[in-house]
């Protein structure tokens, strides 16, 4: 059910309304009614203040709205910046009290700062951020999310409006809006910690989802860890083959399941001269922030500008020696620049794709592919797509709590269809990993000159 548009929540509006109302009751009531409108009233001034753009340079003033964000996420040492900067304000204006007004916090200053800079109850949350990946918040439901599972909070919110006053503050410091035309923002932090929210009309309760960047060790023996068991020693050996003999590798699953992680963990073992170059529409991956010292360019297309579309990116991109292309997605605007990267030379590519089953692969992408409006056979383009993109699929799923390497397949264009040749499937009954089929005859030859291929042999036994 959409929630009637006066029922939208506005902190100006909110003040406003606050000062407007008349008092009444006894005199103790009066006096705590006038101080919470006058705090109000010092909060929206903070607010405005705290949002005003600092800095004589473009570069200064996003630095500055990157640590008001920071703040807002719960990072310590921008919250204590933010902190003296509002008690510093408090002092120039001689506030150190308000007659009338109680709040259960040491000073003046910190009421203000949870109020125009903390997340409420998720203070709470924060308090036990070790191993937190994402905080998921649904009305005023708060589940957690720690190695990839969501777990419904021990705290909620008392009401919406609690919900929606953290999104106007980010919003806020994000030069950005979230109102009644437009019902959605997002804010991404430079160490890839990002916040996506929705409001009412677009969601049937307003949405927060704040994501930590967590991780930054990628290691595939790290992931052989009983503590992790992503994989065995043999699986390792046979993606590090699989990066030698310079296959084009697609990775399916659902979120949190680990894709990115694996990705990035098999890019740790490629050598740092070897030239990759990922071409996005947002810049997700973050290789740049991961492996400074590896040989990256990252492209951040805006298919809304003319002049840097990914067509453009993909035209310079060529003329920059690229051995690899990395993808963090393949979504609609980006399939054909994928496909066409993949099919001219550049091997070793790699890239996620949402997906149920590998076989689905070539016709998700096809899909894509098709959706620009050029008149390309779906079948042709099929069987170039699995030939040459998707050579290799790699799926992966939670069990047991940790996240595992499900399947490993290579895909195959046979009697005009795609099948799958199942080189690795992880069995849950066992808790273990099967090895159903071996590589077909093609790609037998181009793992045979690969060392890690002959040591995934002998673990075999």
Not at 38 to 44: C, D, H, L
Not at 182 to 194: F, H, I, N, P, Q
Not at 443 to 455: F, I, K, V
Request: hydrophobic share 35%; net charge negative.
């Amino acid at each position: 059910m959409n929630r009637p548009q006066e029922g939208r929540f506005s902190p100006s509006a909110y003040a406003t309304r606050l000062r407007m109302e008349p008092t009444v009751g006894s005199p103790e009531r009066r006096e705590s009614h006038a101080g919470e409108q006058e705090f109000q009233a010092i909060a929206e001034d903070i607010r405005n203040y705290l949002a005003t753009p600092r800095g004589s340079t473009e570069e200064e003033r996003r630095s500055y709205s990157e640590r008001l964000n920071r703040a807002v996420l719960g990072f310590p040492e921008e919250r204590a910046e933010l902190l003296a900067v509002i008690d510093d304000r408090l002092i120039r204006q001689r506030l150190h009290q308000l007659p009338g007004y109680s709040h259960p916090y040491e000073s003046l200053a910190e009421a203000l700062f949870a109020e125009v800079i903390g997340l409420h109850v998720l203070e709470l949350v924060l308090q036990h951020k070790e191993g937190l990946e994402e905080i998921q918040v649904v009305g005023t439901r708060i589940y957690e999310v720690r190695d990839g599972r969501a777990v419904l909070s021990p705290y909620a919110f008392d009401s919406v409006v609690e919900v929606e006053r953290i999104q106007q503050n980010l919003v806020l410091y994000n030069n950005d809006r979230i109102n009644p035309r437009k019902r959605w923002a997002e804010v991404m932090l430079t160490d890839g910690s990002r916040v996506t929210m929705t409001g009412f009309g677009f969601t049937s309760e307003p949405t927060l989802t704040l994501r930590f960047y967590t991780v930054r060790h990628f290691d595939l023996p790290l992931l052989c860890e009983p503590d992790k068991a992503t994989m065995n020693e043999r699986i390792m050996h046979m993606l590090l083959a699989l990066l030698e003999a310079r296959f084009n590798l697609v990775v399916i699953g659902p979120t949190n399941s680990g894709k990115t992680h694996l990705i990035k963990a098999l890019i740790a073992a490629l050598p740092d001269e070897e030239r990759i170059i990922t071409i996005e529409t947002r810049l997700e991956m973050m290789l740049r922030r991961d492996f400074p010292l590896k040989n990256i360019v990252e492209y951040e297309a805006d298919e809304e500008d003319g002049l840097h579309r990914a067509a453009q990116a993909f035209k310079l991109a060529l003329r920059q020696s690229p051995q690899r292309i990395v993808h963090a997605e393949i979504r609609d605007d980006d399939a054909n620049i994928y496909v066409r990267a993949c099919t001219r030379g550049h091997s070793g590519s790699m890239t996620t794709v949402h997906a149920s089953e590998l076989e689905d692969v070539p016709e998700a992408i096809t899909d894509m592919c098709m959706l620009d409006g050029r008149v390309m056979n779906p079948d042709r383009l099929g069987k170039r797509i699995t030939r040459y993109v998707t050579q290799i699929g790699i799926e992966m799923r939670q069990s047991g709590g940790k996240r595992r390497v499900w399947r490993i397949g290579e895909l195959l264009w046979e009697d005009d269809r795609v099948t799958v040749r199942d080189w690795v499937r992880y069995d849950e009954a066992s808790r273990t990993w099967l090895y159903p089929e071996l590589p077909s005859q093609q790609a037998l030859r181009r793992l045979q000159s690969s060392p890690s291929w002959r040591r995934a042999a002998e673990a075999a036994g």
